[in-house]
């Protein structure tokens, strides 16, 4: 059965990802694209999870579909996931540590300082990487 | 022109301002102390785990019963058709609005995110209660709108029975709804039963009707506009009536749960030794908001004097907040039964009454409700031709003539009509 | 977008644990993926839409939880980053404080039996809760796991109130050093999320795990709709019963001894 969604996925990822680009450049200089700080470089060697134009335009609404997918109906890859946005954006400080999102370092408010948006995502969410489970199963295949 | 009322907006006077501009202290400090609860968390306030409906609620609940009550005095002129009523519709629809509103402003600033107020208004569950609250108590606004316009409003007077009419059913509904909220919660026996909605609407009655009195009286007298003794006296029994009704209700909610086995573990915290609880339903609202106020109102020595009338309405206001306190805090002070039968005890406070103090700030808030709420009636009145000019009885109504002719106060005024 | 909504059928997704059933019993190298996703019932890709195929709950033998321990809460408030109630290092007064598991002692007011068993949310199949919110930010997933979204929760606390079990709490001030995995956040409800993010990816809850391991081994987690699985198997050959069964929610956390 994961045969199936195996070949259409990429297909249809392919024609969402033309539409979308399509209906963003259609879009005269929308959210993102005319806000260039100084992005902090994400991880060497790796690239974003979708096109830099994109990223800057659409990571609200990827977010929130993710969100809903997560929250919902509990399909945790984690391609799209938050938390695996600070695996590769986490920002280090001058004291060698991780900042968190209270500074204005952090990744995530580089820009939105300068767009003067807030959102609250990091009043619940954990604004570093990380993340092991804290209560370990000693025997794993209990 | 004898007997034609007209209605006039409120004359400027330094003491109409010095109330205006009080109401707008308070409501500002409300706010004040909102911000300051939404910055640090509800843990500044006596709410907990085991309380989390405090104060604020108390007074957005009373605040919201009543308004839905505050609409009786219109309701009986043009839905009952009773004359005398009639010029008394247009303050009784701007109150009723304004103590909604006030009520809402409480209940929205104490969310635990009243940022996400949008949420509210976008994602509707329409099994909640709370939900379809929603829309009525937003319905009620836009009716009540409707009905203030046909009143002030000739070219569409003739429509002002209608929508009357639909204001008093969409009331009731309302007020059942808010009953509701705390009718259909099942895991907790202080609540779950259907007695809530109609207890609630009775309350409404005689809140609503208080607050109505008290506000006509506040105005008319305070800008010298004559008021009729008998439309006083004849308030102030309807009033009374009304806090027997509602004083019924409670009776015999109490009654049915000390009758089950189940709840009379119940009825014996709130009704004998539950502190603050016992005092606030014996003697807030029993002996103060219930007793003393029905034999100012029904009793001829008093329920001609202004004074007394006021008094009378004073008490049933706190009482009724008393009693609210009771239902709401009381309710859920006692512990939550999860195993019949058993001891029990964990740390999470299983098993033993819930502790909770109002803060001041959750205080503030609440009185900050009333301020709200009455700033926009003297908004209202201020600007709108809200109030009529005279409230005499032979203008009231004709019968009211061979009784008494003799209307107190504004002198002048009546001497103006005469 | 890639990972469109899988919808499962039933006769597909019977078909797939009898077929993973079969292929684990089979290959012996493959138990090294599957032991814990095995353990915990019916394995579920990461990326697979929950269905009402599974039904997660959790059987206490309250007759094996001794008075005293606290291995579950312990665990719970460890792995949900929940300070407060242990550690006191915040501003909230002790009942303010969120405790998603506690334990109760019981004491019989007839007959002085005692015992203790860990209450936490029941995971109701009819949660008042769900009913009562009006945003629909409490929510009952497919598999029967009652949750908070909290990214709609307004925090007007109805569903507190509505609980009959006192399972759900309010966050009373801001929280710092989330766990990754477990964002909490001021002024939103919450409560038991029976570990989804564990059972998500095949684990059992970290309460039950360390009743096995460090507590007195009283909790049974599984797929109750899986006849095969522990769980249903001591629901079978047990009397059980659930709190507050008078009122009818049908809760998925169920108890022995009571």
Redesign the interface.
């Known amino acids: 059965?994961?045969g199936k969604?195996g070949i259409t996925?990429?297909l249809?990822?392919a024609i969402?990802v033309v539409v979308l680009a399509l209906a963003a450049g259609a879009t005269p200089a929308a959210a993102g694209d005319d806000i260039a700080p100084d992005v902090p470089e994400a991880r060497k060697g790796e690239h974003c999870v979708k096109p830099v134009p994109y990223m800057r335009r659409n990571h609200m609404d990827m977010l929130k579909?993710k969100?809903d997918?997560t929250?919902?109906?509990?399909?945790?890859?984690?391609k799209?996931s938050l938390?695996r946005c600070?695996d590769c954006h986490a920002v280090k400080g001058d004291d060698g540590d991780f900042v968190t999102a209270k500074s204005d370092k952090h990744f995530c408010n580089v820009c939105h300082d300068t767009a003067a948006v807030n959102p609250?995502c990091f009043?619940?969410?954990?604004s570093?990487?990380?993340?092991e489970?804290?209560?370990q199963?000693?025997?794993?295949?209990? | 022109m004898t007997n034609r009322i007209r209605y006039h907006t409120i004359d400027n006077s330094p003491g109409f301002w010095a109330i205006f501009v009080l109401f707008l202290i308070l409501s500002a400090i409300g706010l004040g102390a909102a911000f300051y609860m939404e910055h640090h968390g509800h843990w500044v306030t006596g709410m907990s785990q085991n309380v989390v409906w405090g104060t604020p609620h108390v007074f957005a609940v009373f605040l919201i019963v009543a308004a839905s009550g505050a609409l009786n005095t219109a309701s009986i002129g043009s839905v009952f058709g009773r004359k005398p009523y009639k010029p008394l519709a247009p303050l009784s629809a701007l109150l009723a609005g304004a103590l909604l509103i006030g009520g809402l402003a409480v209940l929205v600033l104490d969310l635990g995110r009243p940022?996400r107020l949008v949420i509210a208004m976008t994602h509707y569950n329409f099994r909640s209660i709370f939900a379809w609250n929603i829309f009525l108590y937003t319905g009620f606004l836009v009716v009540l709108l409707a009905y203030i316009w046909t009143m002030l409003d000739r070219n569409v007077k003739a429509y002002s029975t209608p929508v009357g009419f639909i204001g008093f059913l969409w009331r009731l509904v309302l007020t059942t709804g808010t009953g509701s909220i705390f009718g259909f919660l099942v895991g907790r026996a202080a609540y779950d039963a259907a007695i809530m909605a109609p207890m609630f609407i009775a309350m409404s009655f005689s809140f609503g009707t208080a607050l109505y009195i008290l506000c006509m009286l506040a105005i008319m007298v305070g800008n010298g506009r004559p008021v009729g003794d008998e439309l006083v006296a004849r308030m102030a029994k309807l009033l009374g009536v009304f806090v027997a009704g509602s004083l019924f209700f409670v009776a015999v909610h109490h009654l049915t749960n000390i009758y089950g086995p189940e709840t009379r573990g119940l009825e014996a915290f709130l009704l004998l030794d539950g502190g603050i609880y016992t005092s606030l339903f014996w003697l807030g609202f029993v002996l103060l908001g219930s007793v003393v106020p029905m034999v100012l109102f029904f009793h001829p020595a008093t329920n001609r004097s202004f004074s007394m009338v006021s008094l009378g309405a004073v008490l049933v206001v706190l009482g009724g907040l008393a009693e609210i306190y009771v239902i709401i805090i009381g309710g859920q002070a006692v512990p939550q039964v999860l195993f019949p039968g058993y001891e029990v005890s964990s740390s999470f406070f299983d098993g033993s009454v819930a502790y909770y103090a109002p803060s001041w700030p959750e205080v503030l808030l609440g009185i900050s409700g009333f301020a709200m709420a009455f700033l926009v009636v003297a908004l209202g009145v201020k600007v709108l031709r809200f109030m009529p000019h005279s409230l005499a009885d032979p203008l009231v109504d004709a019968h009211f003539k061979g009784k008494a002719d003799k209307a107190r106060g504004g002198d002048a005024a009546q001497a103006q009509t005469a | 977008?890639?990972?469109?909504?899988?919808n499962d059928t039933p006769a597909?997704a019977d078909e797939?644990r009898r077929r993973f059933l079969k292929r684990a019993g089979l290959t012996a190298g493959f138990?090294l993926f599957a032991?814990?996703a095995l353990?915990a019932g019916l394995p579920?890709?990461?990326?697979?839409?929950?269905s009402s195929e599974r039904r997660w709950g959790i059987l206490v033998d309250a007759g094996k939880c001794p008075e005293g321990c606290t291995a579950c809460v312990d665990?719970c408030f460890?792995?949900m980053?929940i300070e407060g109630p242990r550690v006191g290092d915040n501003h909230s007064r002790p009942d303010q404080d969120s405790q998603w598991i506690r334990k109760v002692s019981l004491k019989n007011e007839d007959t002085g039996h005692a015992l203790a068993l860990p209450v936490m949310c029941q995971h109701c199949t009819y949660p008042p809760c769900v009913d009562v919110c009006p945003t629909g930010a409490s929510?009952k997933?497919?598999?029967g796991i009652v949750?908070v979204?909290?990214?709609v929760c307004i925090g007007c606390r109805y569903c507190i109130m509505a609980c009959p079990y006192k399972a759900r709490c309010f966050v009373h001030e801001?929280?710092h050093?989330?766990?990754?995995?477990m964002?909490?956040?001021?002024g939103?409800a919450e409560g038991c999320t029976m570990c989804?993010?564990?059972?998500?990816?095949g684990?059992?809850p970290?309460c039950v795990?360390?009743c096995?391991?460090e507590g007195a081994g009283a909790m049974t987690f599984g797929d109750t709709n899986d006849p095969e699985s522990a769980i249903a198997g001591k629901l079978r050959d047990n009397t059980t019963s659930a709190i507050r069964a008078d009122l009818g929610t049908e809760p998925g956390i169920r108890y022995m001894g009571i």
Do not use: N
Request: glycine share 6%; aromatic share 4%; proline share 5%.
């Open positions: 059965m994961t969604r996925s990429p249809r990822t969402a579909h969100r997918k929250m919902h109906k509990g399909q945790r890859k984690k799209y938390k600070m609250d009043s619940c969410h954990a570093t990487p990380g993340g489970l804290k209560v199963s000693k025997e794993a295949s209990r | 940022d | 977008m890639t990972e469109a909504p899988h597909l797939a138990s032991g814990s353990a579920k890709a990461l990326d697979e839409a929950t665990a460890e792995e980053g929510f997933r497919a598999d949750l979204d909290r990214h801001a929280i050093d989330q766990e990754p995995y964002p909490r956040g001021k939103t989804v993010h564990r059972i998500d990816h684990m059992k970290a795990v360390a096995h391991e």
